[in-house]
Nanobody, 125 residues
Framework: QVQLVESGGGLVQVGGSLRLSCVVS????????MGWFRQAPGKEREFVAA????????YYADSVKGRFTISRDYIKNTVYLQMNSLKPEDTAVYYC??????????????????WGQGTQVTVSS
């Protein structure tokens, strides 16, 4: 079993920054992929970023490229999402997700096996 706990959300002004954290507990595997998704009120959950636990290859939605950075810390078993130049449209609940084995379609929420409870990010204008 794998548990994911997100933290770091909050209220920030336009142009500001936040760093989200996702602590992974339980078994981890080199084939893991970790992703961040978000869901705004009245909208479907959408892909934000993903990273391969082994090797560290990263993938981003076009809407966040150049502004967000996903990274992981082996020692702390933690995945981060550094969010810069935040915009009002980034307002959403952000979810961390883990896939046991994922080699493609990193942007597909159905490919992920475990999810965190979510953390709210609100960007005020």
């Amino acid at each position: 079993q794998v548990q994911l706990v997100e933290s770091g959300g909050g209220l920030v002004q336009v142009g500001g920054s936040l760093r989200l954290s996702c602590v992974v507990s339980g078994r981890t595997f080199s084939s893991y992929a970790m992703g961040w998704f978000r869901q705004a009120p009245g909208k479907e959950r959408e892909f934000v970023a993903a990273i391969k636990w082994s090797g560290g290859s990263t993938y981003y939605a076009d809407s966040v490229k150049g502004r967000f950075t996903i990274s992981r810390d082996y020692i702390k078993n933690t995945v981060y999402l550094q969010m810069n130049s935040l915009k009002p449209e980034d307002t959403a609940v952000y979810y961390c997700a883990a896939a046991l084995i994922l080699k493609s379609n990193y942007d597909s929420s159905g490919k992920y096996d475990y999810w965190g409870q979510g953390t709210q990010v609100t960007v005020s204008s």
